[in-house]
């Protein structure tokens, strides 16, 4: 029985899960939208928003942390000096996940996850 378990399965080792989901967290990054189906989009979510709010503290630890989920120094560096600032004022709600049909080969459902846009207000 599976009470009480979190996460999906999505088919995979437990190693190959987490390889996956940090490439597509690294990708989701760079790019700043993903199309992925919606099953791997909804278990990306949290990795992505908790990689954030990290990056939103700044210090080393968080970093460290960071590097740890991303293991791509460059992508670090994007997310911490340009990525974070934009969410400073905002607590959480940093993705976006939009339906985007069905999948042409197996019919899978698709969806693209992609970074919301909002940016610092400045003072008026």
């Known amino acids: 029985m599976r009470h009480r378990k979190e996460g999906r399965k999505l088919g995979r080792t437990a190693s190959h899960r987490k390889a996956m989901l940090r490439n597509m967290v690294t990708s989701l990054f760079i790019h700043e939208r993903i199309e992925t189906t919606e099953v791997k989009a909804k ?13 939103k503290k700044g210090d080393l630890h968080a970093r460290r942390q960071a590097l740890a989920v991303v293991r791509d120094k460059r992508v670090v ?3 911490f000096e340009e990525i ?19 999948r042409r080969g197996d019919g899978s459902s698709t969806a693209l996850i992609e970074l919301t846009k909002k ?4 003072a008026e």
């Open 77 to 79: 560096k994007k997310l």
């Open 84 to 102: 974070a600032p934009r969410y400073k004022n905002v607590n959480g709600g940093y993705t976006r996940i939009i339906k985007a049909g069905m």
């Open 119 to 122: 940016e610092v207000s400045t």
């Open 43 to 55: 278990e990306l979510r949290p990795l992505a928003e908790k990689t954030i709010s990290l990056a």
